[in-house]
């Protein structure tokens, strides 16, 4: 088969990467791709990834069989609508199953109209409306922009005057363009956060390896947040049986309550979720994998994805044994100086070559090739990834590999994984 990967990330390495596993995989081709997704697979730049058309024609002109959408905008755009139409399978949500993602609006109401465990929330659509609500309901509280923001839209503000300024910045200064003309506003939940990811045919539901994110910038969750500085799975808070309650009371609701609304959900469905004392409840849904959780939980998938992707699009995943690793992951993302605010670019990369020697997979997030090398092109750089049998022995070999790599003003968080460790 040739296949065709649509981003240029860190997730979208991940994907090529396990994709390139594949016996079926005969070419692979990444629209327009990075210098490490070149290492697998036949980058195809200026493409204008947003322009279905576009698409359509990249695939076609290549003789693709399966295209794989990795970023949340082409999935909100219609690209498997489109890619469908003109017989081409493709692995995503389509454009109305992906606005569970697309409108937060759109999400929290679906999960009220179907009793699926969520803050309290409102909507609004004037700042004013808005700093009413927050001045009767007090901090900390929950500001969403209702729009696509690159996962940067949200802010947890722990004051009243926090909250009044994520309005202006939303809903007056346009900080997220048109994604912030509506707002959510939701009660604060206390817990610990993590990440559930499935794969789904529109029917059944196959719950991924569990991890948790870590969105703050520096050491102790302190910081503004980014898109993630690093990952681990498995969550030590999702017990098989917190997994198994979330699968019953989250994933398959929400499945099943698109395709009765005719917005069958077909692809990755990623469920961040609040883990409270009265159990899981939803932060948001995601309508792809990922990013970086994509980065720990594929390298402990033993299946094969593109088996696993096929019969999503097919609507055979139960007819699919989907084996794991009992090991863990960590990645660990090493960042621009100045991220996730404003950073420099067109730094040298050295050592990626004497990371993965140490056994580290390194992912590119953030790079270019520039007179023949690798340089900086982002905020987030690189994903160092190590897999090993427990906890421990990944977070030691994650940072063996990351300590190898050096770029000017690169900074990492030093603490990647420290809640599971704590428990242990």
């Known amino acids: 088969m040739n296949i065709m990967v649509i981003g240029s990330g860190g997730r979208e ?11 079926k995989c005969t070419r692979l081709f990444a629209v327009p791709g990075n210098p490490g997704m070149a290492e697998v697979a036949t980058c195809i730049g200026g493409v204008d990834i947003t322009d279905n058309d576009a698409v359509v024609r990249v695939a076609q002109e290549n003789d693709i069989d ?26 995503g949500p389509s454009q109305r199953a992906a606005e569970l993602e697309g409108s937060k609006a759109f999400s929290k109401n679906m999960m009220r109209k179907y009793g699926i465990p969520t ?33 940067k839209g949200v802010v947890v503000a722990m004051t009243v ?25 939701e009660e604060f ?20 390896i569990s991890s948790q994110d870590h969105k703050r910038a520096y050491d102790g969750d302190k910081g503004p947040n980014t898109g993630g500085m690093g990952t681990y799975a498995p969550a030590p808070v999702m017990t098989p049986k917190m997994v198994e309650r979330a699968t019953k009371e989250i ?26 004392e009265t159990g899981p409840k939803v932060v948001e849904f995601n309508a792809r994998f990922g990013d970086p959780e994509t980065q720990v939980v594929l390298p402990l998938l033993q299946g094969d994805l593109v088996d696993i992707m096929l019969a999503c699009v097919d609507g055979t995943l ?56 690798i340089v900086t092109n ?47």
């Open 13 to 23: 390495h991940t994907l090529a990467w396990k994709l390139a596993q594949s016996p």
């Open 66 to 91: 399966l295209v794989v959408v990795g970023p949340e905008v082409p999935l909100a755009n219609g690209v498997v609508d489109a890619l469908t139409a003109a017989g081409i399978k493709a692995f």
């Open 119 to 151: 803050a309290n929330y409102g909507v609004f659509v004037d700042a004013a409306t808005a700093r009413r609500c927050v001045a009767t309901e007090g901090a900390p509280i929950v500001i969403k922009a209702d729009g696509l923001a690159a996962g």
């Open 161 to 185: 005057d926090e909250a009044y300024k994520a309005i202006d910045d939303i809903m007056e200064d346009k900080a997220f363009g048109q994604a912030g003309s509506r707002l959510v506003i």
């Open 189 to 208: 939940m206390a817990g610990e956060e993590a990440s559930l990811l499935a794969f789904t045919d529109g029917k059944t539901v196959r719950p991924m």
């Open 251 to 276: 994933l398959e609701p929400i499945v099943a309550a698109m395709a009765k609304e005719g917005r069958p959900y077909k692809g990755c469905l990623y469920a961040g979720l609040m883990i409270t």
């Open 318 to 373: 139960d007819q699919v044994d989907i084996p794991w690793s009992d090991g863990a992951a960590v990645c660990v993302v090493l960042a621009s100086g100045g991220y996730p605010k404003a950073y420099a670019k067109g730094y040298p990369i050295t050592g990626i070559d004497a990371a993965q020697a140490v056994g580290c997979q390194v992912f590119h997030a953030g790079t270019a090739v520039k007179d023949g090398h």
């Open 378 to 424: 982002g905020g987030r750089v690189l994903n160092v990834v190590a897999t090993a049998p427990g906890i421990h022995a990944a977070v030691d070999k994650a940072y063996a590999g990351i300590e190898k790599i050096t770029f000017k003003d690169a900074f990492y968080r030093k603490d990647i994984a420290h809640r599971a460790l704590e428990r242990e």
